[in-house]
């Protein structure tokens, strides 16, 4: 077991403020692995102070200088991305071949593309008798998820620093580890101190503090829509910035023209992936009544062939959900969804293995619109089918739900998917497979977020507007 006793502000390993820790747990196996300091406000303000010290050196650094140490920072990730994978497999339980080509290898792109971003951005334009400036918008406080730990805090520190601006990151309880690789790297980029800095802690106390620290200007923040109302609420109070990618229920449309086989295949997979904690999961597919029996047949043959279990194993598909707690709030809505009549076709609440936080790949089918299964975010290996009339129906039912964050589409034709897809809910669609841009915006419509990460759109979140007029 590692016993770390330090968090990375100013440039530098310090003791923490408290003698508090948190337990890192292997969820396929349940064995606490690691010991981190759980920051208090003391940490967090100490974090911020340094970050403020930092903000008018690193905002008066060119541009070009910025993209050189995030093309430092994105070689110093590539150089660790054996290490980062092996860590996230071992404190999320992400199959190792996923945190190789997905959880250690994108962080790695998005930093690079920041890093070219930040070389030839337009920080300045002439708009008639003005010239506009973009200006970083402070210090930033990012608070971060667990269920992609890397890309998460790259996808708002990359930009954060192409902007200029300095930042204090507040890392997930359940991956800190991680957290601490990426700390080390931003050391190892030749960041100046305080740029960058560390605070693992709890969310109650540590991310609270960040997101209520007057001294910090924009609070972005990644997870649930009902922690993301709480830190607009403390962020709105004091009339700072905020930047929220919160939950979504993202619906899956299968027109009947579609390669129906291809359509379930995919769908399924993207479901599974990452034991089904992924935000932008397509976690309702809609299939037209005259394919529905076809559909739920194939879905079910498909997830049968998952395997779960060890992270380490090479033909693992599914490994544990991230934590006990997680893992009950799956069980609990894969019977809830049996109480209000669902179907079930294949898996179920009944634990796979007897120590793990694992779930069994589950489908439901004769979901109707209504069922919790189908209007909440289970964020676990949970797939609801649902049946649809026609495209007015399949409409209705997809924009049904508070969330928008993403979807898919599929037809024969793609002018067909297009215009369906230009009438659903939501700030992200893929058209008959398309796979992630990570240069794309990424973000949702209604309650699931406010703002963009990723590419241009993502870097415009960190800047403010000047005009000066001549």
Known sequence: MKAQSSMYIGGRWRPAAGPDTIAVVNPATELVIAQVPAGTAEDIDAAVRAARAAFPGWAATAPAERAARLAALRDAMAARKDEIAETVTAELGAPLKLSKAVHASVPVFVAGSYAELAASYAFEERIGNSTVLMEPVGVVGAITPWNYPLHQIVAKVAPALAAGCTVVVKPAEDTPLTARIFAEAVHEAGLPAGVVNVVTGIGAVAGQALAAHEDVDLVSFTGSTAVGRLIGATAGAAVKRVALELGGKSANVILPSADLAKAVKAGVANVMTNSGQTCSAWTRMLVHTD????????????????????????????????????????????????????????????????????????????????????????????????????????????????????????????????????????????????????????????????????????????????????
């Open 291 to 470: 394919h529905y029996d076809a559909a739920v047949e194939a879905a079910g043959a498909a997830v049968a062939s998952y395997r779960v279990g060890d992270p380490y194993d090479e033909l693992c598909r599914v490994g544990p959900v991230v934590n006990a707690a997680q893992r009950d709030r799956v069980r609990g809505f894969i019977e809830r969804g049996v109480a209000e009549g669902a179907r079930l076709v294949v898996g179920g609440a009944q634990p796979p293995y007897g120590t793990g936080y694992f779930i069994a790949p589950t489908v439901f089918a004769d979901v109707t619109p209504q069922m919790s299964i189908a209007q909440e975010e289970i964020f676990g290996p949970v797939l609801s089918i649902l049946r649809y009339e026609d495209e007015d129906d399949a409409l209705r039912i997809a924009n049904g739900t508070v969330y928008g964050l993403a979807g898919a589409v599929w037809a024969g034709d793609e002018d067909e998917a297009v215009a369906f897809a230009r009438r659903m809910d939501t700030g992200q669609v893929d058209i008959n497979g398309g796979r992630f841009n990570p240069l794309a915006p990424f973000g949702g419509y209604k309650q699931s977020g406010v703002g963009r990460e990723l590419g241009p759109h993502g870097l415009a979140e960190y800047l403010q507007t000047k005009s000066l007029q001549f």
